[in-house]
């Protein structure tokens, strides 16, 4: 199994920033793969961004410019620094693996205009 444990959510004020971070445990080998989802209240979970091992990034075109995802191989970490926050951004975040098929518990996300 693989944990992961999301943590970096909060209010923010319109225009501002945030970064999110998902720290991994358990089976590293499966920890390939990571991806940002993220879901708003009556809508669906829908991919944010995602990063393979190798570091190679997919960003969802809504966010394209504004967010970034990384990862710290070394601390088993993935991070997604949210800029230029806006209101439609509200929503819980979460963390997946991928090969592991597992999910963090999420952290919410709160931009005020």
């Known amino acids: 199994q693989v944990q992961l444990v999301e943590s970096g959510g909060g209010l923010v004020q319109a225009g501002g920033s945030l970064r999110l971070s998902c720290a991994a445990s358990?089976?590293?080998?499966?920890?390939?793969?990571m991806a940002w989802y993220r879901q708003a209240p009556g809508k669906e979970r829908e991919l944010v961004a995602r990063i393979t091992s190798d570091g190679r990034t997919n960003v969802a075109d809504s966010v394209k410019g504004r967010f970034t995802i990384s990862r710290d191989n070394a601390k088993n970490t993935v991070y997604l620094q949210m800029n230029i926050l806006q209101p439609e951004d509200t929503a819980v975040y979460y963390c997946y693996n991928l090969q592991s098929g597992s999910w963090g518990q999420g952290t919410q996300v709160t931009v005020s205009s």
């Open positions: 358990g089976r590293i080998f499966e920890i390939k793969t």
